[in-house]
């Protein structure tokens, strides 16, 4: 069964770059079936999708964020990560990496807190 | 403010049934699959729902999903207590490059 794992800095400064990175067990990022994802939850909130990336390194983005996201992959570690730039308090939420199954996210990872503060 | 619109709260009582809906349009629920998601606190959401009306294996078929039009809906029979959590549909929109889209969530509240 696939696993998924969030890492990166849990805080981050205000105008700075978020950077966050998922490592998949149990599966390939490079397999042509899934497509791999970004979605997050601020607290108390509900959850907004952030974008997806293919194997072969085409994207797509929530044109909400789209001018400041950049998802990339790496076949060789099995990786997929995040950057989200120019952040604010706005962008403190819990960050989740997911597989995208039939467009949607099946599995997740089990999140990561990132807190935007000076 | 989310694409898919959920009452932000339902409650029911043990041995209840209760229903969440979820409202969008003719360019997410109105021409794509709808699932539903359950979340308890601290954790990820998982699917008890997909594809309108499919359950998973292991979700007791107490939860049943339907679709009509541009809404859907979630049905939980025979409310237990572990059923408290929250619930969030979600579906494919096709706007733009399309992307993924949430209802707000609702917490259902087991009284």
């Known amino acids: 069964q696939v696993q998924l794992q969030e890492s990166g800095p849990g805080l981050v400064k205000p105008s700075e770059t978020l950077s966050l990175t998922c490592t998949v067990s149990?599966?390939?990022?490079?397999?042509?079936?899934?497509?791999w994802s970004w979605i997050r939850q601020p607290p108390g909130k509900g959850l907004e999708w952030i974008g997806y990336i293919y194997y072969s390194g085409s994207t797509n983005y929530n044109p909400s964020l789209k001018s400041r996201v950049t998802i990339s992959v790496d076949t060789s570690k099995n990786q997929f990560s995040l950057k989200l730039s120019s952040v604010t308090a706005a962008d403190t939420a819990v960050y989740y990496c997911?597989?995208?199954?039939?467009?949607?996210?099946?599995?997740w990872g089990q999140g990561t807190l990132v807190t935007v503060s000076s | 403010q989310s694409v898919l619109t959920q009452p932000p709260s339902a409650s029911g009582t043990p041995g209840q049934r209760v229903t969440i809906s979820c409202s969008g349009s003719s360019s997410n629920i109105g021409s794509n699959f709808v699932y539903w998601y359950q979340q308890f606190p601290g954790t990820a959401p998982k699917f008890v729902i997909y594809r309108n009306n499919q359950r998973p294996s292991g979700v007791p078929d107490r939860f049943s999903g339907s679709k009509s039009g541009t809404s859907a809906s979630l049905a939980i029979s025979g409310l237990r207590s572990e059923d408290e959590a929250d619930y969030y549909c979600a579906a494919w929109d096709d706007s733009l490059s399309g992307l993924v889209v949430f209802g707000g969530g609702t917490k259902l509240t087991v009284l």
């Open positions: 149990g599966g390939s990022v490079s397999s042509g079936s899934y497509y």
């Open positions: 997911a597989r995208m199954w039939e467009w949607i996210p099946d599995y």
